[in-house]
Each structure stands twice: as C-alpha cells, then as structure tokens.
C-alpha cells in the first residue's frame, strides 16, 4: 500500500514495493465485454463531424499543413491575422497538392499555377469548417462524419489556459481509431504494459459522480525507485474518437489528458492508419508552479517525451488489437 500523502508533500515512498511479475494480475478485472460495451457509448455520442487535425502550434503561419483525414485530402494554414483556414486539399485547377503550396501574407496560392483557391469561388472549391480551440487544429468533414454538424468541436472541460502547461505528441499506428479508443477504455494494463510509470493502480468503479459514464483510478505515478505521486484519475469518452484522463485528487489536481484517434489515409498495403494527438494539460494549484509555466517552452519537449514513451507500448496494444480483429482472431 502507499502511504498517505501530506497536501504540503506531494510525493510518497513505497514500502512493500512488489516485484513487476507479483503484483495482482488484473485479467479478470479487465472484462472484454465491459471493455465493448464502453467502446460502443462512446462510439454512439455525437462528434459533429469534426476530427482533429493536429497541434495548433502544428500550423505554422507561413506554411500551409496537410493530411488526409477520413480519406479526405485536407490543407489548413494561417491567414494574415493568424486565424485557422482549412479546405479540400486538392488544388480545383489540376489537383496540385495545396499541402506544398505556399502562404503569402495569409493567401493560399498553388505551386504550379499561382491561383489562391479560397478566392476564386468559380473553381468551386470551397472552405471547411475549421477550429483552433488554442492547444489542437480542428477541421469539420461533414461528408466523412455523416452526423448532424455542430458549430464546434465537443470540447472536455480544460484547465484555464493562463494556468496551464500544454503539450501535443502526434504519432500514427496501423489500426483504426476504435482500437486507440478500446486501450484508453482499458486502464487496467497501466501497472502491468507501463511498470516505468505506473505503480500500484487499482480501478475503484466503472461509473462517476452525476451519472457520466467512466472509470475512476487510483494509480501512482513512478518518479525513481520507490518515490511515487499517488493520484485518483477518472477516463472517460465524450466523444467517439476522443477519451479524456482528468486528475481529480492528489498532485496536479485538475489536469487532463486528451486522447484524439484521427483516421488517416490507408497505407500502401490497404491497411487502416490512425493518428494519435495526445494533448496533456497539467495544472497545480501550487505556488512553484507558476516558475513550472514559465519554463514551460523547457517543460514541454519533455512532456511529449514522455506520452511519447508510453504510446509505443499503447500503439503496440491497438495494432494487434486490429490485427486480431482483421484476421478474425480478436477473443473480445
């Protein structure tokens, strides 16, 4: 067991640390149907179409970002105010990819040809619905979501951004965006696929306070040897690409964890491929924290490493979870 946590002291030391291979197995806590059952709320709540395209901080002014997203070719930069701008990212005239156009005082203009597509409507291109919401770029494809449009993105509740260090790791894996969602939605493999960062994790109960569908945790972040930060964290799905990790007790209480799954272009051999967009938002009502903030440009570099390090092993997770499923195999 760990320790109480003094509210001044916020680490703990692990007395009876146990040895990885002897801590309590969680298999039969992990049930595949709970586990389903949860994919398919989260699945069923409405998006509005619209799918994360990156890190905000990932469209530069001056040059225009491409991706295609639900077999969607996609292109978003930067007006002269610096307002995000997304459209089909096909130039009308002969299918120049807008992805190497060139912005000039925020125009969009085409390599091949020079024309600026966003300001000749005769070409019927038109412009997509587009969101920076000040950590991701967003972009709305009504065709590929199908659902009824809204006017934004279905935004969790966040920290305030005066009192937050914010950080984007974007990565991509071979599988689809549900099996990104199924390996958030199971948060019981944390101590046992993570043992560098997680000790100790027990899921109290598969639902939270005022009827919103979750998981709370009690879990300890590993910082060296048997020096820990205990936490209770809650997951849940506000959307069906999206699952959100907020700390509601212990160190940095407040903070969230944002997991964005962005369908991609298939690869070369056919197969699915999926972004990852894990945006962290850590928070502290602590004094030294404003110093943290304003060392935030140092701070943030490490955490992407650090989302980084555990999305290999969770990467690992999704794809064979796909795999499994395409071959029919998956026993879930």
């Not at 992990?30 to 409405?46: G, H, S, T």
């Not at 993105?153 to 984007?168: D, E, F, H, K, S």
Request: with cysteine; proline share 11%; charged share 25%.
């Amino acid at each position: 067991m760990t320790p109480p946590v003094p509210r001044s002291l916020p680490l703990s030391l692990r007395r009876r640390a146990l040895p990885w291979d002897r801590q309590r197995p969680t298999w039969r806590e992990a049930r595949p149907a709970q586990i389903a059952a949860a994919l398919k709320r989260a699945r069923d709540r409405p998006s509005g179409n619209w799918y994360v395209l990156g890190a905000s901080a990932a469209v530069t002014p001056g040059r225009p970002f491409g991706r295609t997203i639900a077999h969607t070719e996609v292109v978003a930069w930067r007006d002269a105010i610096g307002r995000l701008l997304a459209g089909p990212g096909a130039c009308p005239h002969l299918g120049a990819p807008l992805k190497d156009a060139t912005v000039s005082r925020g125009r969009l203009v085409c390599h091949w040809h020079g024309l600026a597509p966003h300001e000749d409507t005769a070409t019927g291109w038109s412009p997509l619905p587009a969101h920076d919401d000040g950590v991701l770029a967003w972009v709305r494809l009504d065709a590929a979501g199908g659902e009824e449009p809204l006017e934004r993105p279905v935004l969790p509740p966040r920290p305030a951004a005066g009192a937050t260090v914010a950080a984007v790791h974007d990565t991509t894996g071979t599988c689809e965006p549900a099996d990104v969602v199924a390996n958030r939605l199971d948060p019981w493999h944390g101590a046992w696929l993570h043992p560098y960062s997680f000790v100790d994790l027990t899921v109290e109960e598969t639902a939270v306070p005022g009827g919103e569908d979750g998981l709370a945790v009690r879990v300890s972040f590993k910082l060296a040897g048997r020096v820990v930060v205990p936490v209770r964290a809650v997951f849940s799905a506000p959307g069906p690409r999206t699952v959100v990790m907020r700390i509601t007790d212990g160190e940095g209480r407040g903070s969230v964890v944002e997991t964005h799954a962005t369908p991609l272009a298939p690869d070369h051999r056919g197969r699915p491929r999926t972004a990852v967009v894990e945006a962290v938002l850590a928070t502290s009502d602590r004094p030294g924290f404003a110093v943290a903030r304003a060392a935030a440009p140092l701070l943030r570099p490490l955490m992407r490493a650090a989302s980084g390090r555990l999305w290999r092993d969770d990467l690992a997770y999704a794809e064979r979870r796909w795999a499994l499923r395409e071959s029919g195999r998956f026993p879930g």
